[in-house]
């Protein structure tokens, strides 16, 4: 996508995808870990999953941005069960990781071929992976197992999941597989689990479900369960982001 922010702005939220963007015109600025931070033409911006972050013009004059959501799991199949790669500040000038976004996202609005975009993604992968602060694992991770868990929880994101039943699917011990998920995917098997639930909840609220009852179908114990985790996740709540009925 490309927008330009201009007199508003994005609400705390988090997602369980990086968030990898290039600043085009004006101050893209934001509040991270703690600290406000800021992208000037020709920088990327850099998410992490699951991190608590916001959005807004760092001047009058607004800011214009090109980016993508890249779900984890693409990552690591271009870096073959390493730790997921972390971004300190989440901002970078970095030539390389500046150079595999503008591919990246070059010619957004037509869809890549899928050896294209895998190509693009391999030059984003290994560059976070060269520019990564993440402490590196003493212990091996077990890939395999937690792929097979993180399938599971998207074929069953209707069941109710437990870390047992991750741990008979995937053949890993629990808090291993635990540690492991998190790990590789920059979330936990709930907080995946719960992403998949939100997201089913979108598309139901763009069929124009009512609320009351994609809570009941998407697993929440009630519509303000729903409406909490919904916007802690997507900075609004489901009837501000269905819009007018």
Known sequence: MEAHLLGCQFAPHRHDTYAVALTLQ??????????????????????????????????????????????????????????????????????????????LLADYQRPLGELEFDDALYDLSTALNALSTQRRQLKPLDYCSAELAREFLVAHWDKDVTLACLEQVSGRDRWKLSRDFRALFGTSPYRYLLMRRLEQARNMLASNQAPADIAVACRFADQSHFIRHFRNAFGMTPGKWAGPA
């Open 26 to 103: 004006g101050v893209q600025s934001f509040d991270y870990r703690g600290s406000e931070r800021h992208s000037q033409p020709g920088g990327v911006v850099v998410i992490h999953p699951d991190e608590r972050h916001d959005g807004r013009p760092g001047t009058c004059d607004g800011f214009r941005y090109r980016g993508i959501h890249i779900e984890p799991g693409r990552i690591q199949r271009m870096l073959g069960g390493r730790e997921l790669p972390f971004i300190a500040g989440g901002t970078s000038t970095d030539p390389h990781l500046i150079r595999a976004v503008r591919v």
